[in-house]
């Protein structure tokens, strides 16, 4: 029979133990987030919040409830990271008003052209300067990563899923919902297909893959910064796309 953790977490010696034991967990969840994340942020902070969260994971966890551990801990573990880096609330109102301007602007170019927008295209769009748009882009991956993520559902932990990630686990809702389900995630496979092909493949490493930033970046053999941005800039297509697409459905 399965020890709970809590029961051999205070057992003096054992908690540091399990620490050690789940800290490349929380390493690998940091590192995963960090694609959402400016390059200002300190990964070491990130990794931080995620230690909070694993010793809070250690005190709760009931074995009875059925679920892996790790399954657990993994979904505890990334929510108190967004937890610590939304209490410092880096976006502005201002920046999310802008986002969602640009968002709309993705979108609005894109049915003109038909076929996938470029940044420089955009910015003329907006009649703002390129560089200056790639910067309020930038600004707002943190938007990219509350705005999924609060797609969370469930304290079982059975589901914590971005609806991206919806595309690889056909059973992440009620059977009620398994229809309406079934159609979201066509709408979205299709919305990804018309993704740049670069987009397409940080979306794809990311999403079905579960590398890492850091991994992504060597598949590819680009920056760091330059897939937060393909990642960014896909996210922005993929919400302009699916919110256009409720819109004509109702």
Do not use: C
């Not at 640009?102 to 390129?130: K, N, S």
């Not at 882009?137 to 079982?156: V, Y």
């Amino acid at each position: 029979m399965m020890q709970n953790p809590y029961e051999v977490a205070n057992r003096g010696p054992w908690k540091v133990e399990l620490i050690e034991k789940y800290l490349p967990l929380v390493k690998r969840i940091a590192g995963r987030l960090a694609i959402s994340l400016p390059q200002h942020v300190d990964e070491d902070d990130l990794i931080g919040y995620g230690v909070f969260g694993l010793l809070d994971v250690l005190e709760r966890f009931d074995v009875s409830r059925g679920v892996k551990f790790e399954t657990y801990a993994t979904i505890r573990i990334r929510g108190a990271m967004i937890d610590g880096l939304r209490a410092m609330d880096w976006v502005p109102h201002s920046a999310r008003q802008k986002v969602k301007h640009i968002q709309e602007a993705f979108v609005e170019v894109e049915v003109q052209l038909g076929r996938p927008a470029t940044v420089l295209e955009v910015a003329a769009h907006l009649q703002m300067d390129a560089h200056d748009l790639e910067g309020a882009i930038l600004q707002g991956q943190m938007l990219n990563l509350t705005s999924l993520d609060e797609m969370a559902a469930g304290e079982d932990g059975d589901s914590h899923l971005s609806p991206l990630s919806q595309l690889k686990d056909p059973l992440a809702q009620e059977a009620y919902q398994e229809v309406e389900l079934n159609d979201q995630r066509q709408l979205l496979a299709a919305a990804v297909e018309k993704l740049p092909e670069k987009e397409k493949l940080v979306v794809a490493l990311y999403y079905q893959e579960d590398l890492t930033l850091k991994e992504i970046a060597a598949v590819m053999k680009l920056s760091e910064s330059r897939i937060s941005q393909l990642h960014s800039q896909a996210i922005l297509r993929l919400r302009g796309r699916l919110s256009r697409q409720k819109k004509n459905l109702f």
